[in-house]
Nanobody, 119 residues
């Protein structure tokens, strides 16, 4: 069974930083593309940042210049470095990835990690 396990969420003051991790486990060969989404209470889930297998990235306008998505292919892990956090960044952050397994590619979601930003 393939799983994405997120970690690194928590409470931080506005202006602070957090780094989220998303580790793939199970019978996987590699992570293809991956992305971080977030969902605040009462709002739709939105794309925050994405990264391709080659390392190309794209970001939501709201986080450009503050967030950085990266990956460690050897560890099958994707990261989201979040700097200069704002109260409006508070949300549950979800990892999403296309994972290469022996059976082919699977789209997998993590369980989410909560980020709280105090003003």
């Amino acid at each position: 069974q393939v799983q994405l396990v997120e970690s690194g969420g928590g409470l931080v003051q506005a202006g602070g930083s957090l780094t989220l991790s998303c580790a793939a486990s199970g019978s996987i060969r590699s992570i293809n593309s991956a992305a971080w989404y977030r969902q605040a209470p009462g709002k739709q889930r939105e794309l925050v940042a994405a990264i391709t297998i080659g390392g190309s990235t794209n970001y939501a306008n709201a986080v450009k210049g503050r967030f950085t998505i990266s990956r460690d292919n050897a560890k099958n892990t994707v990261y989201l470095q979040m700097n200069s956090l704002k109260p409006e960044d508070a949300a549950v952050y979800y990892c999403n990835a296309a994972v290469h397994t022996r059976q082919g590619y699977l789209e997998v979601w993590g369980q989410g990690t909560l980020v709280t930003v105090s003003s």
